[in-house]
């Protein structure tokens, strides 16, 4: 079993930054990919970005040229990196580990931006 656990959410007005960090354990074996995902009241759950162990990384639209994802290999942590944050971003972001043994999630962590 994989465990995730986010941290780094909180209240932030528009324009400002958060970092959010996600740090794995358990049974990782090699990982594919990490990623964030949100999911806004009313709204589906989405991509916002993932890092794959090759390749770059993929950022959705609405977030490309403010959010940055990346990764420390040897924490098994992922980070991503918020700036110029909108009140559209405000949504639970959900940690996303892939790898052998299938798909974990986070217990998801709370971004409120404050217009």
């Known amino acids: 079993q994989v465990q995730l656990v986010e941290s780094g959410g909180g209240l932030v007005q528009a324009g400002g930054s958060l970092r959010l960090s996600c740090a794995a354990s358990?049974?990782?074996?090699?990982?594919?990919?990490m990623g964030w995902f949100r999911q806004a009241p009313g709204k589906q759950r989405e991509l916002v970005a993932v890092?794959?162990?090759?390749?770059?990384?993929n950022y959705s639209d609405s977030v490309k040229g403010r959010f940055t994802i990346s990764r420390d290999n040897a924490k098994n942590t992922v980070y991503l990196q918020m700036n110029s944050l909108k009140p559209e971003d405000t949504a639970v972001y959900f940690c996303?580990?892939?790898?052998?043994?299938?798909?974990?999630w986070g217990q998801g962590t709370q971004v409120t931006v404050s217009s």
């Open positions: 890092t794959a162990s090759r390749g770059s990384p």
């Open positions: 996303n580990l892939k790898n052998r043994g299938g798909y974990y």
């Open positions: 358990g049974s990782i074996f090699s990982i594919d990919a």
